[in-house]
């Protein structure tokens, strides 16, 4: 079993920044790729980035990249996303995933609770 938990969500401006952590627990953590995915009021959640379980490997969508940058430090069994450059539409709850290297959400076995990010115009 995988605890995940998000920290790091909040209010900024567009063009402002924000980084996001995920914290995993558990025996296995490490061995998982990891990912963050985002919902927006009334809409599906959808993939943001993904990372292979060494660092290795990086996937992201087409509407953050350039912007957003996925990380992890497996020593400290944190996951982290940057997120610059922020636009409104960025705005959604961010969850943390864990399980295997995909940009699809069936992929990922094990999720965090969320964080909230708004970004106001």
């Known amino acids: 079993q995988v605890q995940l938990v998000e920290s790091g969500g909040g209010l900024v401006q567009a063009g402002g920044s924000l980084r996001l952590s995920c914290t995993a627990s558990?025996?296995?953590?490490?061995?998982?790729?990891m990912a963050w995915f985002r919902q927006a009021p009334g809409k599906e959640r959808e993939f943001v980035a993904t990372i292979s379980s060494s660092g290795g490997s990086t996937l992201q969508s087409d509407s953050v990249k350039g912007r957003f940058t996925i990380s992890r430090d497996n020593a400290k069994n944190t996951l982290y996303l940057q997120m610059n450059s922020l636009k409104p539409e960025d705005t959604a709850v961010y969850y943390c995933a864990a399980g295997q290297y995909s940009r699809y959400l069936a992929a990922y076995k094990y999720w965090g609770q969320g964080t909230q990010v708004t970004v106001s115009s």
């Open positions: 558990g025996r296995t953590a490490g061995v998982y790729a």
